[in-house]
């Protein structure tokens, strides 16, 4: 399949990467980043097409950015978000990429932040319209008066604030009522509680996309990682190295 890498326009910091393919069938087994149990839950194909169409394009960014998808799994956390993490047993800790994968008229999007970064990503057809009695359960106050008068802008607000959404971790445990959209603005800082958001809007030919970056990671300290962590503290602190002080110290 042929990838398509896109970016943002503007500044290109942090260290992101941008890729789309279009949403095909896959074999369960083909796709070293998909998980057969979760996959087995999909009522109907298509769910599973995107699903494993947007992990293949995972495993693909991921050789791009130059990890090896071998050794990674996909995690969820609470909130269902998805994060990296080393296979049990590879005794690795090199910070990986936060990532966010999205799927949408046909085409799985796959964004990837360079670790101490979270991103969300989220894409839809431009002309894709939203019914008007939807405006009330995505926004309120100016802003549904907003789009109850500008109705085609109800697309920008609405891939904006599913970016946001993941962005977080949250996904609909954040109420996109309580996110607002600067409208017409490609580039904004987004506050919500202590959380500030880097979001740009833009169109990438049919697809209106959103972006949002923010510090942190969704990623958990295995029990792998502690001891690794340890390991390194004890060595530069000279408790531990080459030969070993501590049996040295007991012959």
Known sequence: MSIEVFHPPGEAEPRSLLARVRVRSHEVEDVGLANPDEVSTFAIQKRTDEHLSGRWLLHECLVKWGCDPSLLMVERTEHR??????ISGVWKNTP??????????????????E????????AE?????????????????????????????????????????KVLGLGMHLNP????????????????????IQL????????????????????????????????????AEGEWGVGCNTMRNNV
């Open 96 to 113: 990986l990429p936060s990532l966010s994968i999205c799927h949408s008229d046909g085409w799985a999007y796959v964004a990837l932040v």
């Open 200 to 235: 740009k809007k833009w169109t990438h030919k049919e697809a209106k996309i959103a972006l949002a970056l923010t510090p942190g990671s969704h990623s958990r300290v295995t029990a792998e990682d502690s001891l690794l962590e340890a390991t390194r503290a004890a060595m």
């Open 125 to 165: 057809a431009k002309d894709r319209g939203i019914q008007l009695n939807a405006f009330d359960m995505m926004a309120k106050g100016e802003e549904l008066e907003h789009l109850n008068h500008h109705p085609t802008d109800a697309i920008e607000a609405w891939v904006a604030k599913e970016a946001i959404q």
């Open 81 to 86: 978000a998805p994060y990296l993490t080393y």
């Open 115 to 122: 670790a101490g970064w979270r991103v969300g990503i989220d």
């Open 177 to 196: 009522r309580d996110i607002q959209i600067p409208i017409g603005v490609n580039d904004s800082i987004i506050s919500i509680e202590k959380s500030k």
